[in-house]
């Protein structure tokens, strides 16, 4: 073939792919505005009725920031595999706007999908609640029973309903965790553990089958602190003794055995419910108060609590300013090195968050929002470095800690010009502790040996299919004790306090707030929308005219793209009834999976560089 030939049919071949490319784009085009289409035609966005009530109905774990990115989500909502979150901010900013807005005559706590929420987010959300009171709006709780958490809700409204067949179940907080010893001995797994903090308990799950006396010591205060902030704050909003409802949660089977086993009764007699009502009955009730659903379906005018957020969105958007505003940036989950999706608190990922605020003209202050039990000693660093830069700018620095920030979370914290916490808050746990498992033992049962050479007595010494190295021993202890000293050295130069006295509070001991502002480890009480109007004032803006710009990180075009084309695909799909409902295991079951979920997701996640972590098995679930 002649090379003019050879060309001619290269050309030809290029042609004939770019033009199979261009229709392949056309059809992905034209598939994007017929499922557009179909979703508008499916449903758009719901207008907010003229006389209606709003529903806040969370679902799964309360969180500061939802796992996973659009993308991941909207590919799990497809599968049927969301895992159920509900952002605080989303709860507050709907019941905060819906504290001016004539509309909405009456607000329903819907708690039955609520599984979880630390304290101090549950404490946020209460406080919206008591504003809208407050403003005269009316809150009716009503469930199918409630919870430990749900009904720290509930008891905020102004009328708690409940299913006759119901139950409150007020269990209290529990402290159990997995032992992994004798699991490891039969696997022949050995677990190198090193340590500087007494009270630092997050490597024992390795190397004991149980409890230390020092962490049981430890975690009875902190624990029976919050509960303790629980059934104080519930006995007030039901204006009940505190006596009373201990005495209720310690007693409760002679409580529905005094109730001839009719649990809805003992919690009327217990003063925790105030009616028993069917759905139908429930319906009825509200109905009187805004009027039926134009669907006239039997319900009541109503607007779900997320449909009110994007119903008013412009409203919103209008009134907020943004010439200058106090950045808000989340840092939430497992501190883990390197990149990491929301949910997990990547070193590099929060760093580059970091410096996005510290290089934006328009954004005058940082607040720094930690819901983090700690994690990888470098990471904590990384993003301590980038916090530092940031106040070398000249740009105030707050961090506001929400349910936890703990360990590598109050590392984090330190930097800020003043730390936030709520009363509840656990935080503390200043230590340190480095994990490196070998299998020798488990391949030799197997017939494996390892032999061979090295050119140094290190080499070979981290292997994990060999014993840990004597030198490799003596570098870990001494990077340990390294490790505990720079913690607490901070701690003593961010809190204006001697080691001494710091490594006096440290000890991988574990506070609340409460104790921890008596301590200095905190200077003020506060939620966020206090830690906000402290960043302001240091940046001297002037109230109310600054806004509040989240911080998170971006997806590309192609992949903002492709989670609204699976999320209207969803709505659609759902709407013309080709969609199978996601079957969802019982409330015991589901909780029983997310426990073990978490006990193993705290595993993967220890990805130090050096094996060195601050970090703090403390979360309340």
Known sequence: MSISGFLAKLVRAIWYGLDTLRRVLHLIILLA??????????????????????????????VEQLEGSPLDRAIAQFNNQTEPQTLVRDITDSLEYAVSDDR????????????????????????????????????????????????????????????????????????????????????????????????KSFVEPFTRNDMSAADREASQRWIGSLWSSWERDVAAARGMEVKALDDYSNEFAGHIENAGGHAAKAAIAAHLVDRLMSLPEFDEYITGMVGPDDADDGSYSAIGFKEYLVATAIERKLAEPHERNVAIIVAAGEIVDGEAPPGTVGGDTLAYQIREARLDDSIDALVLRIDSPGGSMFASQVISDELDALKAAGKPLIASMSAVAASGGYYIAMPADEIWASDTTITGSIGVGAILPTVQRGLEQLGVHVDGFGTTKLAGQLRLDRPLGDDARRILTASVEDAYRIFVDHVAAARDMTPERADSIAQGRVWIGADGKELGLVDSIGGLDEAVQAAASRAGLDANKYGRRYIEPELSFGQRLAAELITRSVRVLT???????????????????????????????????????YHCFCSIY
């Not at 969802?584 to 094996?611: C, F, H, I, W, Y």
């Open 104 to 199: 909405i005559k009456v607000i329903v706590l819907n708690l039955d999908g609520l599984e979880s929420g630390g304290l101090a987010k549950l404490q946020t959300i209460a406080l919206a609640v008591d504003k809208l009171r407050g403003a005269g709006k009316k809150v009716i709780a009503f469930g199918n029973g409630y919870t430990r958490d749900q009904y720290y809700l509930a008891s905020r409204a102004d009328e708690v309903i409940m299913h006759d067949l119901g139950m409150v179940y007020l269990e209290g907080y529990e402290y159990y965790r997995m032992f992994f010893k004798s699991a490891l001995d039969k696997l022949f797994i050995d677990v190198n553990v090193f340590k500087v903090g007494e009270f």
């Open 33 to 62: 505005l017929f499922v557009a289409v179909l979703a508008g035609l499916a449903g758009g966005v719901a207008p907010v009725p003229s006389t209606a009530a709003l529903i806040v109905n969370p679902g799964g774990a309360l």
């Open 575 to 613: 709407a013309l009834g080709l969609r199978t409902p996601e079957t969802v295991p019982s409330g015991l079951v589901r909780q029983a999976m997310r426990a073990v979920d978490r006990e193993v997701k705290a595993l993967t996640a220890l990805n130090d560089p050096r094996s060195l972590y």
